[in-house]
């Protein structure tokens, strides 16, 4: 499937696109994309042949990577929804991973897409688990679990002239 | 402190050291070397500039990869010794992931020298289950477990007059 639409890592301001799984401002990075379907979001992937683990097998280490930024970013857009708001509206809803669980069902091949798939299994204000698998030729190859929390302001890049720190404190005021 | 010994991973046969993690062999991977401090296995790693999670902080999915490679290489060396076997002696015993678990503590502040450290929490014949933390200026960031498997012999490459999977067969025969 081919989205036409913008993906939920488009709309991340530019001082949290750096991400080496998920910045587009990332040049050396992974730059995955990630869209709703209904009520599920998809994320394609095709690993680099370096990306290896046992000769022919994907490297686990990115698959989990890939969970990981599929579930902050599916975190972000649930947010959205989750307010009502526009994706990508300030201030910005920028989720961190606080945990990471991922179960390797079987070896992954390498050398071809990737799908992973993921749900909202809970959604608050500050705190967003998803659930995700990564599907290979069809078939289930790895689930994994992430709480994603919303970013601590303390985390906002503190750069001179830099816009978001204080549109975070707009947006949370206890927390400044 | 500096190893003069080989690591763990320096062990591993050539066709089983290609992982993106921790394969000697992977020009563009992470090449990671663990070694036993005691009772405890210990791994640095300097990430690279792009490693990025928000502007300043690791990205949580490196984090996980070393936790996810640094375990398997504990893994490896433990069942040696849990055998009496000589670290790389054949038949090899190298594992592979079966499920990971990450805790993000804190942010990990990139462009510092990160240590992470292991233990073993349980060892059976075909599981090792490892405790991980990563430290970053001597504070613990990160902690994770991993479940790790010895690698099934329908994973061993299948290459033309390759050693390995005859070993395997000779070491596991009700496997083969």
Known sequence: MTHDAAAFQDFYPDDLAHCYGCGRLN???????????GDETVTHFTPRPEHTAIPGYVYGGLLASLIDCHGTGTASAAAYRFRDREIGSEPPLRFVTASLQVDYLKPTPLGV?????????EIKEKKVVVNATV?????????????????????APKVPGHGLRKAWKAARPGSA
């Open 113 to 121: 897409s990737l799908e992973i798939r993921g749900r909202v299994e």
């Open 135 to 155: 599907f290979a030729n069809g078939e289930a190859t790895a689930k994994g679990r992430i709480v994603a929390v919303l970013m601590p302001e303390s985390m």
């Open 27 to 37: 040049a050396n990075g992974h730059r995955i994309k990630t869209y709703w379907e």
